[in-house]
């Protein structure tokens, strides 16, 4: 009897060490990570066309991702109207290696921001009576920038 008790604690004791071992195994892998934030990387004035802005996006992307596919993976989406930019969820590491190629004009963590109006015309106090000249005010944007 004294011989099985033996063997089921060492059964146990095994276990323990297997659980405690994929635990921290499980542990490594995750603090391991770094953590990855959203970032607009901004390369300049609009692009010619959008297939070839989109195909420089993951070619910066892919020389600092190491692939093809982990660049596809990471970007969020191409801006191929106004401006030529791409985001992507990256390292810092990886975000510091785009700043410093030449096509790369600047790098920034992507914030969110609370909007406090959509219509200028009610957030500077302007009567619905008053005369208005909807032609004129079309293309107008007023806003408040403040600075601190």
Do not use: C
Not at 37 to 62: M, R, T, W
Not at 90 to 97: F, I, P, Q, V
Not at 118 to 145: C, H, M, Q, Y
């Amino acid at each position: 009897m004294v011989k099985l008790g033996f063997l089921s604690s060492v059964l146990s004791y095994r276990r323990l060490l297997r659980l405690v071992s994929v635990l921290i195994v499980l542990n490594i892998v995750a603090y391991g990570e770094e953590t990855k934030d959203f970032y607009i990387v901004y390369l300049g004035d609009s692009p010619v066309s959008k297939q070839s802005a989109v195909d420089k996006h993951i070619g910066l992307l892919s020389s600092v991702k190491g692939s093809e596919h982990g660049a596809k993976e990471s970007i969020v989406y191409s801006y191929t109207k106004s401006f030529n930019a791409f985001a992507a969820k990256l390292s810092n590491d990886e975000a510091e290696m785009l700043k410093g190629l030449g096509e790369v004009a600047s790098v920034f963590r992507n914030r969110y921001h609370k909007l406090h109006t959509t219509k200028s015309w009610d957030f500077i106090g302007l009567p619905v009576t008053a005369r208005r000249n909807l032609k004129l005010e079309r293309n107008i944007v007023v806003g408040l920038l403040d600075t601190g």
